[in-house]
Nanobody, 112 residues
Framework: QVQLVESGGGLVQAGGSLSLSCVAS??????MGWYRQAPGKQRELVAT???????AYADSVKGRFTISRDNAKNTVYLQMNSLKPEDTAVYYC????????WGQGTQVTVSS
């Protein structure tokens, strides 16, 4: 059973930064990334990173968030800068290897 464990969420003021990490219990994922879900909204893609280090971002976070992977550590990171109140959400790590796996989520709250 693959497990993904996120860490790094918390409360930050607008304009601040947070860094999320997600450690997987397995390796060789074709894609790893982050989704988020705000209250009353659908889960949305934030950023993805393939095993070739190709990255993609939601338009709303381009230029502010950076995704990276350390395959030796089975870990994906999300560096979030210039945070806005609208970034407030539960952030979920996901990873794909024949199927999608999800973490339990970590809360990010940005105060105005």
């Amino acid at each position: 059973q693959v497990q993904l464990v996120e860490s790094g969420g918390g409360l930050v003021q607008a304009g601040g930064s947070l860094s999320l990490s997600c450690v997987a219990s397995s390796s060789s994922f074709t894609v790893m990334g982050w989704y988020r879900q705000a209250p009353g909204k659908q889960r949305e893609l934030v950023a993805t990173c393939t095993n070739s280090d190709d990255t993609a971002y939601a338009d709303s976070v381009k230029g502010r968030f950076t995704i990276s992977r350390d395959n030796a550590k089975n870990t994906v990171y999300l560096q979030m800068n210039s945070l806005k109140p609208e970034d407030t959400a539960v952030y979920y790590c996901y990873a794909v290897k024949w199927r999608a796996y999800w973490g339990q989520g970590t809360q990010v709250t940005v105060s105005s």
